[in-house]
């Protein structure tokens, strides 16, 4: 190799418009400072989470996160009296019967509240849940009168929260208004031509011989069905007297004569059979709860109430997650014993085109 040669070599490389390249050398301390940094963030993001997760867990202990917002429906927006109009739809199962009863306690906390309209819109659902509103309703009705606007359907369980109005409420529904069916029932399935056809066979560990009572697998027996004979007697035995205690144009035999599951127009709910007070809408309900309460057209303002997700909720994508699994949910349910007061014959969901 010559002179000029070992000049070649030690030539500092350049680019195309011979530029010499920068070359940035990283020493091992940087590169643990940049990992280092990485790990403070992680581990800042993640107490973040921690203390957001807590936050909201003291929100829903302590708080009112997760309760009833009030909203301006009609009336005078500067009135500071109140009517409260309380939404019950769809099924009455959880979770919504925890939110209808928040509604109603709110209501009946609010001095400003003087009087609250139902509007129910509900074939019913399950008997306990049903039960609880009414209940809350009670403790409601003695301090704040209470008026009823039937829609749609107010039909078993819906007819049974409309009770909660008491003697001296008054019921409404409107001219297409379904209501009644008063009674009782417990779904079962009998899919043991099906298991045979598909050669499933079951064969359950009980610790007794009611554990698998209403098994969809085989036949129920005289004795469970005495069992469950008692069951649907109770329940169906309290609807009567709810009915009977809360219409006065009604007594207990008059009510059974009523219960047999059968569906009444609103005509035939006022005219015959004395189920409702009046024909009207949910407008004509809130004038005459109005009137009642001596309330000028602009003396008071309607309120009505809604939820929202709470912190945790929204942080841990829950409701997402249980609207997805609300199917599962509704299958691995299908087989559990329930007493509903419920209208069955409805396949469809209701219309929500209000």
């Known amino acids: 190799m010559t002179d000029e040669d070992s000049a070649k070599d030690t ?24 990992w280092g940094t990485r790990v403070l963030l992680a581990v800042l993001l993640l107490s973040l ?10 929100q829903e202990y302590y708080g009112e996160a997760g309760g009833p917002l009030e909203r301006f429906h009609s009336g005078n927006e500067t009135a500071s009296k109140k009517i409260a109009l309380i939404k019950i739809s769809g099924t009455l199962m959880p979770p919504f019967t925890g939110r209808i009863i928040k509604a109603i306690q709110r209501a009946e906390k609010d ?7 139902l509007s129910i819109d509900s074939p019913g659902g399950l008997v306990a849940d049903s039960h609880q509103i009414y209940h809350e309703l009670t403790k409601l009705r003695r301090q704040k009168p ?8 107010a039909a078993s369980g819906g007819y049974y929260v409309a009770m909660g109005a008491g003697p001296e409420g008054r019921i409404f529904a409107e001219p297409t208004t379904w209501t009644g069916s008063i009674g009782v029932i417990i779904p079962r399935y009998d899919l043991r031509k099906l298991a045979e056809k598909f050669g499933v066979s079951v064969d359950p560990l009980k610790t007794g011989p009611f554990k698998d009572s209403l098994s969809p697998f085989r036949e129920l027996t005289p004795q469970e069905r005495k069992v469950w004979e008692g ?18 144009e009604l007594d207990y035999e008059d009510v059974k004569k009523l219960a047999t599951g059968q569906i009444f127009t609103a005509t035939e709910a006022k ?4 189920l409702i007070d009046e024909i009207g809408y949910e407008e004509d309900t809130i004038k005459a709860l109005a009137s009642k309460l001596g309330l000028g057209e602009d003396e008071y303002r309607v309120v009505t109430y809604r939820f929202q997700p709470n912190l ?3 942080l841990t994508g829950s409701v997402r997650a249980r609207e997805s699994a609300e199917p599962i949910r509704q299958w691995l349910e299908s087989t559990v014993p329930q007493a509903l007061y419920y209208c069955t014959w409805m396949a469809l969901p209701l219309p929500t085109d209000r």
């Open 11 to 34: 030539r500092i490389p350049t680019g195309p418009a011979g530029v010499p390249p920068i070359v940035i050398q990283t020493s091992p301390d940087s590169k643990r400072r940049r």
């Open 312 to 314: 945790l909720e929204l």
């Open 231 to 248: 069951i649907l007697d109770d329940a169906f035995d309290r609807f009567l007297r709810v009915i009977a205690d809360n219409r006065s």
């Open 146 to 153: 209470i008026y009823v606007s039937m829609k749609r359907m």
């Open 271 to 274: 005219e015959t059979y004395h």
């Open 49 to 58: 989470l921690v203390n957001l997760g807590f936050f909201a867990k003291y």
């Open 111 to 117: 001095d400003e509240v003087r009087g609250v309209v």
